[in-house]
C-alpha cells in the first residue's frame, strides 16, 4: 500500500505565471484535502474533494482552484501568483471525509514564487 | 483570527523525562481535536485524537488532555526520546460539516539526551 505521494517536490515560478500541483491519494481513500503552510505557520485549509465534488472550501480566493480525477488524483492549480504564494502545499487523503477519519498527509510541494 | 493557538513556538526536554506541550482554541463548534508530528521534509503524522465527549485519551506514550471549559488541550509525551524531536501541531474540527482541520502554528520540541 503506498501513502500519499505529491509532486513536483519543489517548483520555482514568477509573478503572474500559473502552476499546476499534483496529488496521489493513499489506496482506498476518495477524498482529498489540500493545505498550504507559510514559514512559520500551520497548515491552512483550501478546500477538499469528495468523489470528484468540491465538499468545502476556506479562505482562498477563485484563482486558488482544483480537480480530484475517477481514481481519486487530484489537481491544485493557482493562478495569476502572488509572491504570498510561496508556501509549502500539503495534500492529504483520508478514507470516507467524515470529521473523524484521519487524514494521511504527502510530503508537500514546496512552491516559490519570484 | 487564529483559532487554535499554540503559544510555545519550541520546547526542549530532557530525555526519560515528560514534554507537554499545550494548545488553546476560540471557536466553540469545534469537537474533534487531533494533534499531528512533523519531520523535516515530511507531511504531518497523525499522532492522537480525542473528541469532546471525552477529557483524555491514551495511546502508548502519548496522552492527550481536553479541558472544554477552559478550551484547553495538551498531549502529554512520558517518556521522552530523542526520536519524539518534532515539530508537533494541534487541530481541531467541527464533526457537521467537511473534513476541515484548523491547525495552530507548532511547536518544535527538541529532547535532549
Known amino acids: 500500500e503506498t501513502g500519499v505521494t505529491q509532486s513536483p517536490t519543489h517548483l520555482i515560478k514568477t509573478r503572474g505565471q500559473q502552476v499546476t500541483l499534483r496529488c496521489s491519494s493513499q489506496s482506498g481513500h476518495n477524498t482529498v484535502s489540500w493545505y498550504q503552510q507559510a514559514l512559520g505557520q500551520g497548515p491552512q485549509f483550501i478546500f477538499q474533494y469528495y468523489r470528484e465534488e468540491e465538499n468545502g472550501r476556506g479562505n482562498f480566493p477563485p484563482r486558488f482552484s482544483g480537480l480530484q480525477f475517477p481514481n481519486y488524483s487530484s489537481e491544485l492549480n493557482v493562478n495569476a501568483l502572488e509572491l504570498d504564494d510561496s508556501a509549502l502545499y500539503l495534500c492529504?487523503?483520508?478514507?470516507?471525509?467524515?470529521?473523524?477519519?484521519?487524514?494521511?498527509f504527502g510530503p508537500g510541494t514546496r512552491l516559490t514564487v519570484l | 483570527d487564529q483559532q487554535v493557538k499554540q503559544n510555545s513556538p519550541s520546547l526542549s526536554v530532557q530525555e526519560g523525562r515528560i514534554s507537554i506541550l499545550n494548545c488553546d482554541y476560540t471557536n466553540s463548534m469545534f469537537d474533534y481535536f487531533l494533534w499531528y508530528k512533523k519531520y523535516p521534509a515530511e507531511g504531518p503524522t497523525f499522532l492522537i485524537s480525542?473528541?469532546?465527549?471525552?477529557d483524555k485519551n491514551e495511546d502508548g506514550r502519548f496522552t492527550v488532555f481536553l479541558n472544554k471549559s477552559a478550551k484547553h488541550l495538551s498531549l502529554h509525551i512520558v517518556p521522552s526520546q530523542p526520536g519524539d524531536s518534532a515539530v508537533y501541531f494541534c487541530?481541531?474540527?467541527?464533526?457537521?460539516?467537511?473534513?476541515?482541520?484548523?491547525f495552530g502554528q507548532g511547536t518544535r520540541l527538541t529532547i535532549n539526551p
Open positions: 492529504a487523503s483520508s478514507f470516507s471525509g467524515t470529521a473523524t477519519d484521519t487524514q494521511y
Open positions: 480525542i473528541s469532546s465527549i471525552k
Open positions: 487541530a481541531a474540527s467541527a464533526v457537521q460539516g467537511a473534513q476541515k482541520l484548523v
